[in-house]
């Protein structure tokens, strides 16, 4: 599907070698309102695969709703009302309605798809005398026609229909159980709707282009700057989206959850680079108005994933409270943010793309990239897999450790051991610091399985951000470093770990704060903003001393920070 972009562009040539200067001055004072020509695209075996589970599931809806009618439940009218139009023409609407059928969510989201920024057409005739202008704009250029695997879809959804009577006949009289089932099913509505957007996303093959791949070079470093910026966020938002891709399935929460905040975290380090970039003195005007326009585009996106999320909650709340009609709304809101992802990340893409063309901006073949991705946690508590030597450290029962991706700097040293590894100092004025290769963003949880002697113990996250145990003068104080802004605080009497002795060590940094705990008893929290924070995960030792580390584990963090105890360092 990624080769029927330029379509459009075909279509529009076959257009304007349609045009007879006869009636040229016709269709100057009628313009039509879309390309004459369009094209059918069959759907794939894939998409034909995806959109007959949806025909299944919608079917097996409206029969549940039947039966519950008959158990005394009121139906939500919303319910009907999809029904009802389902024969119609209609797109989806966010002011009113629930979800729409299959082949009405399938028009959504091919159009989208085919989304193509703007076509111009201007014409004269007779040195001017007569003129012709045109524009066309967004997925106006392309027209989807409904694909010839649609009647078999329909007729098997009738089939479907005729079985799901068959398997809820056990369930006629339990009103609780059919409602369950009903959520079952709209359970897989919301997982397709999903999977049938986002691999179209994934269809695009962003990582795989040089422009995305690539160190960008230019004549003008200016306009290098003020790509990379956007280009940074639509990389990490695409492998967001293909990692909540992979988990969709199992977890819709969490993957919907897990896109808002990783789409926030993106959009948040591309204000910051966006915020240097069009303060460069070198960037002319013009340039800057599109960077702001790129940067526009990005926050659509972030602002939908919330959406997605939001919706999702929302009906999850409604469902419970057995509120019919709200719910759709809900669930109708969340269909029309899935269906629109893909028309959002084509409109970056191809503006990106357009803008390096023009500014003559082009990629150093085979030199990556100087903008490293972000690695987040998985799920399991794994962290995400990058190449090097085999595991050190001891899975935990929150994960696999991450001790095999870190190494250490000129001032440590770093030994394995039957437990795990021991970290040392080399001399008394040096600070021995062991890291991760790879980064990870916030919000997350750092968890280390420790035993140090009896001085200092340090978890860095970032080059600033430091939480340091057995500090200093005062060995019971627990000293903090900001990762955003590296101020410096002490908490009196928070900071003491017993010497020789196995301690967990738990450092959550969320969007709002952080906290730090020891063996499940809270030691400090503080309040700042760390939305979109990223950065490697260190463990260390001040001076030559050394500490023995089990495991170091990394998984997915709050949004927000509880309200803090009376012994915390605001």
Not at 388 to 411: C, E
Request: with cysteine; charged share 20%.
């Amino acid at each position: 599907m990624v080769n029927a972009l330029p379509s459009a562009r075909r279509g529009v040539l076959v257009f304007i070698a349609m045009l007879a200067l006869p009636v040229l001055s016709t269709w100057a004072d009628n313009p039509p309102a879309t390309p004459t020509t369009s094209q059918t695209p069959a759907l794939t075996e894939r998409q034909a695969s995806l959109l007959m589970q949806l025909a299944e599931a919608e079917a097996n809806i409206k029969t549940i709703n039947k039966a519950l009618v008959l158990t005394g439940y009121k139906v939500g009218l919303a319910y009907e009302q999809i029904e009802s139009s389902q024969g119609g023409n209609e797109l989806m609407d966010r002011k009113g309605g629930g979800p729409v059928g299959w082949e009405q969510f399938y028009g959504k989201t091919a159009s989208n798809f085919y989304y193509h920024s703007s076509e111009q057409l201007h014409l004269n005739k007779g040195g001017g005398n007569t003129t012709l202008d045109y524009q066309a704009n967004g997925s106006r250029l392309t027209r989807i026609n409904r694909p010839p695997q649609f009647d078999f879809i329909y007729r098997a959804n009738d089939q479907q229909i005729a079985r799901a009577k068959d398997q809820i006949a056990s369930l006629s009289q339990n009103q609780a159980g059919l409602l369950a089932r009903r959520w079952q099913h709209e359970m897989d509505e919301s997982r397709l709707w999903a999977v049938f957007s986002w691999e179209q996303v994934r269809d695009r093959e962003i990582p795989f282009r040089p422009l995305y791949r690539f160190k960008l070079q230019s004549d003008d470093e200016s306009r290098v700057q003020l790509l990379r910026g956007p280009i940074l966020y639509l990389r990490t938002a695409d492998k967001a989206l293909a990692t909540a891709l992979d988990s969709i399935d199992t977890d819709q929460n969490a993957a919907f959850f897990d896109l808002q905040q990783r789409t926030k975290a993106a959009y948040a380090v591309l204000q910051q680079s966006m915020a240097d970039t069009l303060s460069s003195p070198g960037l002319s005007a013009a340039h800057a108005k599109d960077g702001e326009e790129m940067k526009a585009l990005c926050k659509q996106l972030t602002e939908e994933c919330t959406v997605i999320t939001d919706n999702y909650k929302k009906a999850l709340e409604s469902d419970k409270a057995r509120e019919d009609s709200s719910k759709l709304a809900f669930r109708g809101q969340l269909q029309s943010s899935l269906a629109s992802l893909p028309s959002m990340f084509a409109e970056i893409d191809e503006r990106l793309t357009k803008a390096a063309d023009s500014w003559h901006v082009t990629a150093v073949a085979k030199v990556d990239s100087p903008d490293d991705l972000p690695v987040w946690p998985q799920r399991n508590g794994t962290a995400a897999a990058t190449a090097g030597p085999a595991p050190i450290g001891v899975p935990t029962a929150d994960g696999q450790s991450v001790l095999a991706t870190m190494s250490a700097n000129a001032s440590a040293i770093l030994q394995q051991t039957d437990d795990g590894v021991r970290i040392a100092g080399k001399s008394s004025k040096s600070e021995g610091r062991v890291e991760t290769t790879s980064l990870y963003a916030a919000p997350l949880v750092i968890t280390a399985v420790v035993k140090a002697d009896s001085k200092s113990f340090h978890l860095f996250f970032r080059r600033d951000g430091m939480v340091a145990f057995n500090w200093g003068q005062r060995e019971g104080d627990l000293h903090y470093q900001d990762p955003r802004s590296g101020r410096a605080r002490e908490v009196a009497d928070q900071g003491h770990l017993p010497k020789d002795t196995w301690v967990t060590v738990r450092w959550v940094i969320s969007d709002d704060g952080a906290s730090i705990d020891v063996d499940g008893v809270q030691r400090a929290t503080f309040k700042a903003n760390y939305q979109g924070l990223s950065g490697r995960i260190g463990v260390g030792v001040n001076g030559a001393n050394s500490v023995a580390v089990r495991s170091l584990v990394v998984t997915p963090g709050p949004a927000a920070i509880s309200a803090p105890p009376s012994t915390a360092a605001n």
